[in-house]
């Protein structure tokens, strides 16, 4: 079967570092997508890794390990303006056709 | 660059009436195209996918009778609701994806909120 799983909140501190973590099955992997949702707007892509490893992008980093099926999205000194959804999601071919299996997103709040 | 429009922005209509989204690559030329919805503090939820000059597939429990969509060119899709109800009220997103080898990344566009009175 298909299946994401995040945790559902999150409460971190301005200027603090926050880990989302995300655990996956996916048939047919290829990837795995962090995008960041605010509240009535469409996702943002923050990244995409297919490789074990970390990728780092300023503040934002993400994590993977295909052979244990799990990854992190890693904020560093956060600012009030990070306080949204992060949206993890796995990349799944089946066939000819490849789409997006989403987790229901982590709310992430940051308090001053 | 990879910008994804969707017109309108919010839309209010009627209970039975149709309303059309359309969404659009600005620059870039979107082979596939997908439709999701998205209720309030839910996560998103594929309605179909769409390739363009082809037929789209859509995701169980979705009706492809009541929600119509056309791929007509590289840079257009359009979703229809049909006979609107109460319940279709949401908040409708699209994202495009190149054909580039190797491109798996969807660009969103900023969505279309639909209220149904």
């Known amino acids: 079967g298909q299946n994401i799983d995040q945790p559902t909140e999150m409460t971190a501190t301005e200027g603090a570092i926050v880990q989302i973590n995300c655990t996956y099955q996916?048939?047919?992997?290829?990837?795995l997508f962090w995008y960041q949702q605010h509240a009535g707007e469409a996702p943002t892509f923050l990244s995409y890794?297919?490789l074990d490893g970390l990728e780092e992008k300023g503040r934002f980093s993400s994590f993977l390990s295909r052979s244990k099926g799990y990854s992190y999205l890693l904020l560093k000194e956060l600012q009030m303006k990070d306080s949204a959804s992060y949206l993890c999601a796995g990349l799944a071919y089946a066939g000819n056709n490849r789409k997006l299996i989403w987790g229901l997103g982590t709310s992430l709040a940051v308090n001053p | 660059g990879a910008v994804v429009s969707q017109h309108p922005s919010w839309v209010i209509c009627k209970s039975g009436t149709s309303v059309k989204i359309e969404c659009r690559s600005l620059?870039?030329?979107?082979?596939?195209m997908f439709w999701y919805r998205q209720f309030p503090k839910q996560s998103l939820m594929l309605m179909a996918t769409s390739n363009e000059g082809s037929k789209a597939t859509y995701e169980q429990g979705v009706e492809k009778d009541k929600f119509l969509i056309n791929h007509a060119s590289l840079t257009l899709s359009t979703l229809t609701v049909t006979s609107a109800h109460p319940e279709d009220s949401s908040f409708y997103i699209c994202?495009?994806?190149?054909?580039?080898?190797?491109?798996?990344?969807?660009?969103f566009g900023p969505g279309t909120r639909l209220t149904v009175t």
């Open positions: 620059d870039f030329q979107a082979t596939t």
């Open positions: 996916t048939s047919g992997f290829n990837g």
């Open positions: 890794n297919v």
């Open positions: 994202s495009a994806r190149t054909g580039l080898a190797g491109g798996h990344e969807q660009y």
